[in-house]
């Protein structure tokens, strides 16, 4: 699964093989048959891994409720940048993510691969709209819709992600932060920690 999800990220789904898979995870096509019936059933396993195991724990740590509202957005984004900047280094490119990037490609062409991108962009869009909807209650950002605020956003923050991978730029994302702030109209008592976060983000 480990080798599928980096094969599908750092190519494409579609150009990714059953035979490129088990030459990267080291196994023998047999091997591959026995577990899965097909690439999407394993490409549906590997994401659902990457939730469960690297996503969900890593939001659940940002988007604590013992956290400030607006801390944990701009706790989400403070490794954006950095993260797109390493692959960069590593890879020769802007990988961008990787439920956004298979999902853009396939999720029209084959329903279980689409469904389980849906699923989690759906549980992830939960924290920020969980987020939006504390920090207008706590005064730190303008009365809005939260669930339409939150679908702003996340089409901010995916373009710009995006966008860095199609010019393979990671200096694109770079000032994410101040976007995100800014389109939430964040209140001049915001927290601390966001007011550091945009002025790092500029320097």
């Not at 920090?135 to 339409?148: L, S």
């Not at 000032?175 to 001049?188: G, I, Q, T, W």
Request: net charge negative; with cysteine.
């Amino acid at each position: 699964m480990t080798a599928t999800l980096n094969l599908m990220w750092e190519e494409s789904y579609g150009a990714v093989t059953i035979d490129d898979i088990c030459q990267r995870a080291g196994v023998k096509k047999g091997s591959f048959y026995y577990f899965f019936d097909s690439k999407a059933d394993l490409a549906v396993a590997a994401l659902n891994r990457l939730w469960e195991e690297s996503w969900k724990p890593h939001l659940d740590a940002v988007f604590s409720p013992s956290v400030e509202p607006m801390d944990r957005i701009t706790g989400y984004l403070e490794s954006v940048y950095e993260r797109q900047a390493e692959f960069k280094e590593k890879f020769g490119k802007v990988l961008g993510c990787p439920v956004c990037s298979v999902g853009s490609e396939i999720s029209t062409q084959d329903e279980k691969v689409g469904a389980k991108v849906r699923e989690i962009c759906a549980q992830k869009r939960r924290y920020f709209e969980t987020a939006i909807r504390d920090a207008v209650a706590q005064g730190a950002i303008e009365a809005c819709d939260p669930a339409e605020k939150t679908a702003s956003l996340i089409a901010l923050i995916e373009g710009i992600i995006c966008q860095g991978r199609i010019m393979n730029d990671p200096e694109i994302i770079k000032h994410l932060p101040v976007m995100v702030l800014d389109l939430l109209r964040v209140k001049a008592q915001a927290s601390s920690a966001s007011s550091v976060l945009v002025l790092n983000s500029v320097l």
